[in-house]
């Protein structure tokens, strides 16, 4: 949860160059902790295929370092300005400034000054969603603080990693989703800031994560982390309403009730704030202090302030002061000493908030201001007693703490009840995000054999290419159908394989109108097939169309997509713009592009003359199982069976069925029925048998 970094007009040059050279490493709580625990979540969540392995399994590497890098770049230096190489300025480049949302005002942060030095600085969701105020330079440089995939600077479009963005990169190739899944991360590592208090109650924190708050979470994340079995994906239809309510929860967190507002009997001292710590108002100084009541100090001031040196009037009190927060609010929530205030008055001479809290809630300051020189506070109630908005009140249970021993730091309370909520919130929006990318579900092959031999073999080849000529990443831009095999089929039992792009519910594959029998699919349901049985009588010859319909077990954003596309050769994609999703090259509907030949003989060839007694070499597949000596005449007999050495294996008996012009024998053992027609010479029997393998006699010699 990186802060944006305060920068008072008084800081020295010397100080922001330390500063650069000296990075906290709290980034890892969101690559390593928050978003891997997201991703396990969403991996135990997802019971019936209804989100891609693909997620957890091929590409959350790309997830969790798109999380650590949106704090970066952060450098702060001495520059010389373009236009003037006599002109020495300080550079900054922070996409940490666009990281705060007050939770009810909805702005960003109001610090001042110095919060942008190329564009106005914006509230998180809406750096979330679009990136709008932007400048390649301050936000992206070149993207040199980022890990290096290899992408090109055009690939990540100077550094807009939005969620629009993130939707659009979405496409088939490895790389365009890795592309994609990175900047996912970034979207998270901003959804994960609305958890921390600091983020949402307009407090510049500098200190946060090298002495404070997110320094002390990341240290203690062993003893602070849920349990994933026990957290459930949160679930909203929107990113806003994702980023707005975890906002409100990351503010609820640290607001407790005090009393109003209106003079020297600021604060009740029978209040839930005053059951925490110990309260008392300074006559002199006109401003109310906030202690331990365990004794221990909050801002250990033995030694000299480091941060006086900068800040003249910073003191050793843990203040509200009302005269002083009212004459300047940015500077009063903003320097190094240490305060607490009327959550009401945060949005107090802030330009463009929307709303702001009741009177009578108060926030703790949990982290100081300057990086490197705010110092640890050491916050020890009495009791935790936090009063929730009443947007999120019914999710905010279980909060209170009515009694204490005062060694129990704030910070391991407030991360242990804020993080289930965090992971939770993630969680969900991965699976928000997937709902929108996911494609459509497709025919990628289908494959016919008959006596186990293939006679129909097509499949959709991609053609890919770059993106743009400008960037490196690739997706799949149309696909031909490739007929790898497509020879004429006789009549008699069929095996139908269908491959599909990913694992869907089960098809309705038909044939002519009927529907093959015994279907069955894959251990991942994207591979199904089925029988089908090419009536012996018909055209000599004719074509036969394959009609394929299903549902994706992927969920869907909006009902729509989950249906088969039926053009395959036009990849289908969902695309973002001005907050609105839609389909291109998209038809829903049965896949209709397969067709196969049957040839068949000629019908009076083959009842002319009911007539196969003889001796016939048997295969079962392509393998010469023996040979069979068939006795009788006319419409029934008896066979025999024989192993390639000559031993009688089986015995059974045959007969001629009108309606379907086939000799069907059944076997003594095994109880194996065969279903055979009879060449127009008379010298090939072929069909299958009632467990599909397919079966062949070639004549030797007739009685």
């Known amino acids: 949860m990186r802060k944006r970094i305060y920068r008072s007009i008084a800081i020295a040059i010397p100080l922001l160059c330390l500063i650069t050279l000296m990075f906290p490493w709290k980034e890892q709580t969101h690559q390593n902790h928050l978003t891997r625990m997201a991703l396990r979540l969403l991996e135990l969540s997802t019971q019936n295929q209804e989100y891609s392995v693909e997620i957890w399994k091929r590409f959350p590497e790309f997830v969790m370092q798109g999380a650590h890098d949106e704090d970066f770049p952060l450098s702060d230096f001495i520059y010389l300005e373009p236009k003037s190489a006599s002109t020495i300025g300080i550079r900054f480049n922070c996409r940490a400034n666009n990281h705060y949302m007050h939770a009810l005002g909805k702005v960003g942060l109001s610090d001042f000054p110095f919060i942008g030095r190329f564009d106005k600085d914006v509230d998180t969701l809406s750096w979330a969603k679009t990136n709008e105020s932007f400048h390649a330079d301050e936000e992206f440089n070149r993207g040199i603080q980022w890990h290096n995939y290899g992408w090109s600077a055009e690939d990540l479009d100077n550094g807009n990693m939005s969620w629009e963005k993130a939707i659009n990169r979405y496409g088939y190739t490895d790389n365009a989703k890795a592309l994609a899944y990175y900047t996912l991360g970034f979207i998270l590592h901003l959804l994960q800031d609305m958890g921390c208090p600091e983020h949402v109650h307009d407090d510049p924190h500098g200190a946060s994560g090298y002495t404070g708050f997110e320094m002390y979470v990341y240290r203690e994340w062993a003893q602070l982390m849920p349990v994933v079995r026990t957290l459930r994906p949160k679930k909203f239809n929107s990113i806003d309403d994702y980023f707005n309510n975890l906002a409100m929860i990351g503010y609820s967190i640290n607001r407790f009730q005090g009393g109003k507002q209106d003079n020297k009997q600021d604060i009740d001292q029978y209040s839930d704030l005053a059951k925490m710590f110990l309260l008392e108002y300074n006559d002199l100084q006109s401003k109310w202090i906030m202690k331990n009541k365990n004794g221990t100090a909050i801002i250990d001031r033995r030694l000299p302030s480091p941060e006086a040196l900068i800040l003249p009037d910073s003191t050793s009190d843990f203040e509200w002061n009302r005269k002083a927060y009212t004459a300047s609010p940015f500077w009063h929530k903003g320097h190094d000493s240490g305060e607490f205030w009327p959550t009401s008055m945060e949005m107090h001479g802030v330009v463009g908030a929307r709303g702001k809290d009741k009177e009578g809630f108060y926030y703790i300051e949990l982290s100081g201001d300057i990086p490197l020189l705010g110092e640890t506070r050491s916050l020890y109630p009495m009791a935790f007693l936090p009063t929730p908005l009443p947007q999120v009140k019914k999710q905010c249970k279980k909060w209170d703490i009515p009694e204490l021993d005062g060694k129990t730091h704030l910070y391991e309370i407030i991360g242990k009840k804020i993080f289930p909520y965090i992971v939770e919130h993630s969680t969900g929006l991965i699976q928000h995000y997937f709902d929108i990318v996911n494609q459509p579900p497709f025919v990628k092959s289908v494959l016919i054999s008959q006596v186990s031999t293939t006679k129909y073999h097509a499949t959709w080849q991609d053609e890919i290419d770059r993106v743009s000529s400008k960037k490196r990443t690739t997706d799949v831009k149309s696909r031909n159908l490739e007929k790898k095999a497509n020879r004429a089929l006789n009549a008699g039992k069929v095996i139908v394989t269908v491959a599909f792009s990913e694992p869907v519910c089960k098809p309705r594959v038909t044939i002519a109108g009927k529907s093959l029998t015994k279907l069955s699919s894959d251990y991942e349901d994207s591979i199904w097939s089925g029988f089908y049985e090419i009536p012996e009588r018909g055209p000599e010859k004719e074509s036969l169309h394959i009609s394929i319909s299903t549902l994706d077990k992927n969920n869907h954003f909006g009902g729509t997509g989950g249906a088969l596309d039926r053009n395959p050769g036009s990849p289908a994609k969902r695309l973002s713009r001005s907050g609105q999703y839609r389909w291109i090259n998209y038809d829903a509907g049965a896949d209709t592009n397969h067709i196969f030949v049957v040839q068949r003989e000629k019908s009076e060839d083959i009842s002319r003359e009911h007539f196969i007694p003889g ?89």
């Open 615 to 703: 001796t016939w070499d048997w295969y079962v597949g392509n393998t010469l199982f023996g040979y069979v000596v068939i006795t009788g005449g006319g419409r029934s007999g008896s066979m025999i069976s024989y192993n390639t050495e000559g031993k009688e294996i089986n015995s059974g008996n045959w007969r001629f069925d009108e309606a379907t012009n086939r000799f069907i024998l059944k076997w003594d053992i095994g109880r194996w029925v065969d279903k055979l027609s009879l060449s127009k010479n008379g010298m090939i029997l072929s069909g299958s048998n009632n467990a599909g393998s397919g079966i062949m006699g070639k004549i030797r010699k007739k009685k």
